[in-house]
């Protein structure tokens, strides 16, 4: 675990160095510019606007730092052969993946938290500028807390993304992991959508393909309720529980695959 | 124990898409590196010392043939503990400075950060980095990143050493340099292991060396008995050697070549078949005066293009058909 923990910390004070976290900056922009705008142009309905424009900032600023340093993170090295010397220490293969994968999921974990306080600092700023009046016309408050609720999926969703493009990178170019891990992703959110393939086609092999695609795939529409807690549903903890639960364990199988493959590859 | 020893090491690389051959970078070496020695492993590029070290790091795997390292096999974590490695041509952390970095790398031998201090300012000071210890490696040139990869490989104080390339980058003076270090590991009993191509670093430092060509060891010895392998003739340095002379002596095969160094004076290569006191007699008798005397012997250089040239034959004639090489 120390061995993890010190790729890890490596990992995070490069990606800091690399500027990664100058997003921060580009995300508070984008969202003080657009509750600007959006204050000029409605009348008190634009709460629930920033609060969908600020859930899904998050989620989309994160996906990119995801993707994009999680398909670097064991390509750069075995490319620069900088794991050469890494790993002639005494550390062992899966040490190695973990600590990356730790390293890029504490940088995450540090944006999202940065962005969540952000996120909460300008709501409630807005908040001051409404009457008490128009307030009662919000379907939640401004600074619902509820709103963590999505921000906890939101991490989960990006801890999964790492993997994914972790899990491709051990093996495929940088083009290759970011083209297929874009692709899970971008299958996993129409997941419900081949639970259901067998009531629009007649072909029992076609239901049975697309019944074991949506067992195989990740579903990464079950951590969208972005919707959900801006207008204030009910979103019970047992389901944003249970569905942490199933992103760990589509992790754990991941990152177990990646140290699989990674433990035997040659590095030529 | 041996510090290092391979067992008919072998590794073949799958070579082609659909139908894959295996491309032999390695074929069956064997080699007993013993404690303590500074050990030249020496071939052009291509000859497979880069992939005998990454077998050696474990950072390819065996086709057959095993491997071991202070008695133990390679890989195994207790062996990585007490080794060092610089990779070829090494390339680190662009955003990390060497400080940094050489912390990083002590840290993951459990250096508590008293000792890692210590130990990292010590090392920089040795490898010759000053001031430029706080940059961030990307301003680095290639001869200082080499000195980084000297530092980092022997963070840990190791027995056993791996250079692949040490002097690969460096000016004159960094090679005296890292030659005088390597020779200091050696004092303090460390074992160095290191390839190179360039024979006069194996000439400088190494006990013995070991020769690869194709894949193939060619020979391993001392480097004495390789030195003394072949008498050519002899050398001899005449002055005040007339024209007339000279000719004669060429003319009745008791000199091979001369070489004029000015003034009448020549440098003269004996054959050996020719007792070079008689000549010499002569010489002085017909008025010229002897300057010097040396015997001439194969030097390693030629010794190694003799060996490489007979190894890529037997190779050439062996391997027809088998793929072209794509990396070490």
């Known amino acids: ?268 | 124990m041996d510090a290092i020893r391979t067992e008919a090491l072998t590794k073949h690389y799958p070579v082609g898409f659909w139908r894959p051959r295996a491309y032999v970078a390695l074929d069956g070496l064997t080699l007993d590196v013993g404690q303590g020695e500074v050990f030249g492993f020496l071939g052009p590029n291509g000859a497979g010392k880069t992939t005998t070290l990454k077998l050696l790091m474990q950072l390819t795997f065996p086709t057959s043939g095993r491997a071991e390292i202070l008695g133990r096999p390679v890989g195994d974590v207790s062996v990585k503990r007490r080794t060092g490695y610089l990779p070829e041509n090494p390339y680190f952390y662009d955003y990390l400075s060497a400080e940094e970095l050489l912390h990083y790398f002590a840290s993951l031998f459990g250096y508590g950060a008293a000792d890692r201090r210590r130990r990292v300012s010590d090392l920089l000071d040795e490898v010759g980095i000053g001031a430029e210890r706080r940059l961030q490696l990307r301003k680095f040139s290639k001869g200082m990143l080499q000195r980084v990869g000297i530092a980092q490989a022997i963070i840990n104080d190791p027995e056993v050493v791996f250079f692949d390339e040490p002097m690969s980058g460096l000016d004159p003076m960094g090679r005296r340099e890292i030659r005088e270090l390597i020779l200091r590991l050696r004092d303090r009993g460390c074992t160095v292991f290191f390839s190179s191509h360039v024979l006069s670093d194996a000439e400088a430092l190494c006990s013995r060396v070991a020769i690869v060509a194709s894949g193939r060891l060619a020979a391993t010895g001392e480097l004495s008995e390789i030195l003394a392998f072949k008498a050519l003739g002899w050398e001899v340095v005449m002055g005040g050697l007339d024209d007339a002379v000279l000719e004669s002596a060429t003319a009745s095969g008791h000199i091979d070549r001369a070489t004029a160094l000015g003034g009448r004076r020549y440098a003269l290569h004996v054959p050996l078949s020719v007792a070079p006191d008689r000549l010499v007699a002569e010489f002085v008798s017909q008025g010229a005066e002897l300057v010097s005397v040396n015997p001439v012997r194969e030097t390693l250089e030629e010794f190694y293009m003799r060996k490489i040239g007979a190894v890529s034959r037997d190779r050439g004639l062996a391997d027809v058909g088998k793929a072209p090489a794509s990396s070490e």
């Not at chain 1, 993707?67 to 390509?75: D, N, R, S």
């Open chain 1, 1 to 268: 675990m120390r061995l993890i923990g010190q790729i890890a910390v490596n990992v995070f004070k490069e990606s800091v160095r690399d500027k990664v976290l100058y997003n921060l900056v580009a995300f508070a922009v984008l969202l003080i510019a657009v509750s600007y705008l959006l204050g000029q142009l409605t009348a008190g309905q634009d709460m629930k606007i920033i609060k969908d424009l600020g859930l899904a900032a998050i989620a989309s600023f994160g996906r990119l730092i995801a993707v994009f340093i999680g398909i670097g993170l064991v390509w750069k090295e075995v490319e620069r052969r900088s794991i050469y010397s890494l790993l002639s220490k005494p550390i062992r293969r899966h040490e190695f993946v973990l600590g990356k994968y730790a390293g890029l999921a504490l940088t995450l974990l540090v944006n999202v938290l940065v962005m969540t306080v952000a996120f909460y600092a300008i709501l409630a700023y807005l908040n001051t500028l409404y009457p008490e009046s128009i307030q009662v016309t919000w379907p939640a408050p401004a600074t619902d807390p509820g709103m963590l609720r999505a921000i906890l999926l939101i991490f989960v969703e990006l801890l999964l993304i790492t993997a994914v493009a972790l899990f491709f990178s051990t093996f495929s170019s940088p083009f290759l992991s970011a083209a297929l891990t874009l692709g899970l992703w971008v299958i996993g959110h129409f997941n419900d959508d081949l639970r259901s393939f067998e009531a629009v086609v007649e072909s029992p092999v076609a239901a049975y393909f697309a019944r074991g695609l949506y067992y195989v795939l990740p579903n990464f529409g079950a951590f969208d309720i972005k919707t959900q807690v801006v207008y204030a549903l009910p979103v019970p903890w047992l389901y944003v529980v249970t569905t942490m639960a199933y992103g760990c364990v589509y992790i754990a199988m991941l990152l177990t695959g990646a140290v699989a493959i990674f433990s035997r590859r040659d590095f030529k």
